[in-house]
């Protein structure tokens, strides 16, 4: 006991950050905070200047190998783990374990060559205008459906949960991107999906692993107890759901020149190259798609609200820039400006929108942390030593609150820190900087599509309707991979009145043109 305790005391007076006790390191700290975990990691962090190292385990041979987490949200050693050295830092083997059930050997639970295939394979896919043109379709369609949703609201004077709306939406979207197949989840009915539930289910039991020790949850898994039961079993239906679908799609793709039929899903997409491609392989390029591209989305968007809401000077200015563009697109006449949602073209012209979404995802990211495996030993650029075989966690919600990188009021809503001077482009920051879409080698894909489905999303939403938060409903911070919001947002939906934007928008437009006159 004696020698544990001269060891316990050299090994937490080396270890900066929450305090560290005998045997169980720093989980009493974290099991205490767990209401609040993001902005405990952030106040830790800004305490320590910006990097920590704890032991979720203070045994000898543990503490500072398996046990040893270091947490960091500084620019320079973010751009050191995903970019400068990017192979040192694997997603590793706790987390493909996690995540195997669910996500098989899919581009987000792999590594090495394995990953790098899938990644040059999908990266040709976005890259091409096609798949744009078919997210912009899938989204017209999703709108148009919300659009009745939140009409029926307005006129029966019933709340709605948004992000629950958001969560359907997106995963109509990413369905029929990933593998053109409509689950119609986001219709005035709300119906329940039997895939939509069984990939909630099998979502919510994977994540529950990261909470238990890996010995524990196998210990489960083999027993089937708890939990591992629910995913076995949402797994299953998942398997079968997909399965269908592709040889659906098969069958499909054979008989398409005779009927004209065309597809252009990612799941065609990947069906049709050379390569031939097991049915295994293609479910899981379809699954972590939509793992990627569904609760990402709707999350930013769900936050998104909650802030306009809470800034109308915002609100506003977005919808001035709104009004701008239809005006010059559709004319002065409103009820074209309701035909339709906006086109890309249109879409793509929303700079201020666009910086809106941005600010959001900085002081919301939707996957707020992340960690990596450390293959060998490293020295990270603010000198932290890094032992092989711990763990590296970076706290993307942390890197959009250091006011050393975003200022003394970095923990407020201004968009305006993504325009030019002028307030006429948008000027995207640096990569480690602004982490939400990831950076280095694995930075997202899917960026430009999650920006055109939530620039959509938002002006259709907005030019509609004016939301207002239901009295005594608190919004607050799930505890979970996706930051969710706990009690869903819960909004009145009213008629949008935009005869005082237009009013104002004219009335600078002719003050424009009588300076000119006075000018020539």
Not at 473 to 487: A, G, I, Y
């Amino acid at each position: 006991i004696t020698a544990y305790l001269i060891w316990f005391t050299f090994i937490s007076r080396s270890l900066k950050g929450p305090r560290v006790w005998a045997l169980l390191g720093s989980l009493p700290g974290l099991i205490d905070n767990c209401d609040r975990m993001h902005d405990w990691i952030c106040d830790n962090l800004r305490a320590c200047g910006g990097t920590y190292q704890t032991c979720i385990c203070a045994i000898p041979f543990l503490a500072k190998k398996q046990g040893l987490v270091t947490v960091t949200c500084d620019p320079r050693n973010l751009e050191h783990i995903l970019k400068t050295r990017f192979d040192n830092y694997p997603k590793g083997p706790t987390w493909h374990a996690v995540f195997h059930d669910l996500l098989g050997d899919g581009i987000f639970n792999t590594d090495g060559d394995t990953w790098l295939f899938q990644r040059k394979t999908a990266a040709l896919e976005f890259t091409t205008r096609t798949l744009r043109q078919a997210m912009a379709r899938w989204v017209s369609r999703a709108i148009n459906r919300l659009c009745l949703i939140l009409e029926k609201a307005e006129n029966q004077v019933e709340p709605v949960d948004l992000q629950d709306l958001m969560l359907r939406l997106t995963f109509d979207n990413i369905c029929g991107l990933a593998f053109g197949r409509d689950p119609q989840t986001c219709v005035s009915s709300l119906p329940d999906n039997r895939f939509a539930t069984a990939f909630d289910r099998a979502t919510e039991a994977t994540l529950q692993r990261f909470i238990l020790p890996e010995v524990l949850w196998k210990v489960k898994k083999w027993l089937r107890l708890g939990m591992e039961v629910s995913l076995s079993r949402s797994l299953a239906h998942v398997d079968d759901h997909l399965s269908n679908v592709i040889e659906k799609r098969k069958v499909e793709l054979l008989t398409q020149q005779k009927d004209g039929t065309l597809h252009d899903d990612l799941l065609t997409r990947f069906m049709r190259k050379k390569e031939s491609y097991s049915d295994k392989f293609l479910q899981q390029v379809a699954l972590n798609f939509i793992l990627a591209g569904r609760d990402t989305s709707s999350v930013a968007l769900s936050w998104f609200f909650w802030l306009v809401i809470q800034n109308p000077k915002v609100e506003e200015k977005i919808l001035r820039e709104i009004c701008t563009i239809l005006m010059e697109t559709r004319g002065d006449d409103m009820a074209k400006w309701l035909d339709e949602p906006l086109d890309f073209e249109e879409v793509d012209r929303l700079v201020y929108l666009k910086a809106a979404l941005s600010e959001t995802l900085r002081l919301y990211p939707s996957v707020p942390e992340d960690s990596k495996h450390v293959v060998a030993d490293d020295v990270l650029p603010d000198g932290t030593f890094v032992p092989a075989g711990s763990s590296v966690t970076y706290s993307i919600y942390s890197a959009g609150r250091l006011k050393s990188t975003w200022g003394e009021d970095c923990m407020e809503f201004r968009p305006e820190r993504w325009l030019s001077l002028d307030g006429t482009k948008f000027i995207m920051h640096d990569s480690f900087k602004f982490v939400a879409f990831n950076a280095g080698p694995r930075i997202c894909l899917g960026k430009d599509l999650a920006y055109l489905q939530m620039k959509s999303i938002a002006a259709a939403v907005l030019l509609r309707h004016r939301l207002v938060l239901v009295p005594g409903h608190q919004v607050e911070q799930k505890m979970s991979l996706t930051l969710f919001m706990k009690n869903g947002l819960k909004v009145n939906v009213h008629e949008r009145d935009l005869r005082g934007v237009i009013t104002s928008i004219k009335k600078e437009r002719e003050e424009d043109v009588d300076l000119r006159s006075n000018e020539s």
